[in-house]
């Protein structure tokens, strides 16, 4: 069973700091996705990452697949009340007909 | 287009009762996955259906059981309701295609408390 560890946990900072938060496995994985929740929504997916080394930007957010594909990164720059969100990693059709494993998540609160 | 729904938003059952969550899914869509989020936690895949048939099930017992209809929807049946069953029940559409893995939309989610 693939185990997602997402750190840390809680996040609370200013608006405008910079943060990364981690999604680590010892299984490797064919790609990986991040999504956002907002408080009342489902998941949104953000991101697929898929080849080794990968860096991907989607404004202020950086996504980052390691280069053994057993971990990702997520950085935001200059923070935003907007950012505030529990953020999650899943490796997309794991075990088979497109079922996603979710990690914990990070949740993030981003205050004015 | 519209997108996934699900109904009701808030339910609050006593243990021992039974539950039925419903969702719709985005046009286009052809198979319907329910997951479980927990307080704290990511949400935990319970099974998809593809052409009105369980197509994959995760680690949840018997009384949990779902239907597809013939235009996609689907529902949830929880029996013997337990405390730990409160959680925000997770509904999320996606196109199966020959070999492929397509990206999966979320509803918004049904909040179920048992008391």
């Known amino acids: 069973t693939q185990l997602l560890e997402q750190s840390p946990q809680f996040l609370s900072i200013q608006e405008g700091e910079n943060l990364t938060v981690y999604c680590n496995s010892s299984s490797v994985f064919s790609s990986l996705q991040w999504y956002r929740q907002e408080p009342g929504e489902g998941p949104v997916l953000l991101v697929t990452v898929v080849t080794g080394g990968e860096v991907k930007k989607l404004k202020r957010l950086t996504f980052q697949f390691g280069d053994a594909r057993k971990d990702s990164s997520l950085h935001i720059t200059a923070a935003q009340p907007g950012d505030t969100g529990l953020y999650l990693c899943?490796?997309?059709?794991?075990?088979?007909?497109?079922?996603?494993?979710f990690g914990a998540g990070t949740r993030l609160a981003v205050h004015p | 287009e519209t997108g996934v729904t699900q109904s009701p938003t808030h339910l609050i059952k006593t243990r021992g009762q039974q539950v039925t969550l419903r969702c719709s899914s985005q046009s286009g869509h052809n198979t319907v996955s329910w997951y479980q989020q927990a307080l704290g936690q990511g949400p935990q895949f319970i099974f998809q259906?593809?052409?009105?048939?369980?197509?994959g099930r995760g680690n949840f017992p018997p009384r949990f059981s779902g239907l597809q209809f013939p235009n996609y929807s689907s529902e949830l049946n929880v029996n013997a309701l337990e405390l730990d069953d409160s959680a925000l029940y997770l509904c999320?559409?996606?196109?199966?295609?020959?070999?492929?893995?397509?990206?999966?939309?979320f509803g918004p989610g049904t909040r179920l408390t048992v008391l």
């Open positions: 259906y593809y052409r009105e048939e369980e197509n």
């Open positions: 899943a490796p997309p059709g794991s075990g088979g007909y497109n079922k996603l494993i």
């Open positions: 999320a559409s996606s196109r199966t295609v020959r070999g492929g893995n397509n990206e999966q939309f």
